[in-house]
């Protein structure tokens, strides 16, 4: 099992920029390749980036390059989005997800273990 609990969401304005941050406990963390989600009301959920397991390799939806940014740091069992120029239709709640596949996963049905979410809104 591994357990994954989101921080650094919230509210902020068009334009401005958030970090969320995703900690992992339970299975050693560097033997899972990882990723970003979010969901907005109504919506199905999409994915926002992936990054394999060694951080080599990333995967970004294309409507976010350039925007958002995945990275990891297996030392503190933790991956981190970088969310810049934000925009309402940014609006969702966000999750980190594990994968035990050695490629870089882009689907919902690659992943193994989700966590809670953290929601992030922001305001025209």
């Known amino acids: 099992q591994v357990q994954l609990v989101e921080s650094g969401g919230g509210l902020v304005q068009a334009g401005g920029s958030l970090r969320l941050s995703c900690t992992a406990s339970g299975r050693t963390f560097s033997n899972y390749a990882m990723g970003w989600f979010r969901q907005a009301p109504g919506k199905d959920r999409e994915n926002v980036g992936s990054?394999?397991?060694?951080?080599?390799?990333?995967y970004y939806a294309d409507s976010l390059k350039g925007r958002f940014t995945i990275s990891r740091d297996n030392a503190k069992n933790a991956i981190y989005l970088q969310m810049n120029s934000l925009k309402p239709e940014d609006t969702a709640v966000y999750y980190c997800?594990?994968?035990?596949?050695?490629?870089?996963?882009?689907?919902?049905?690659?992943?193994?273990?989700w966590g809670q979410g953290t929601q992030v809104t922001v305001s025209s």
């Open positions: 997800a594990a994968s035990r596949t050695r490629v870089v996963p882009t689907t919902t049905g690659w992943f193994d273990y």
């Open positions: 990054i394999s397991w060694s951080g080599g390799s990333t």
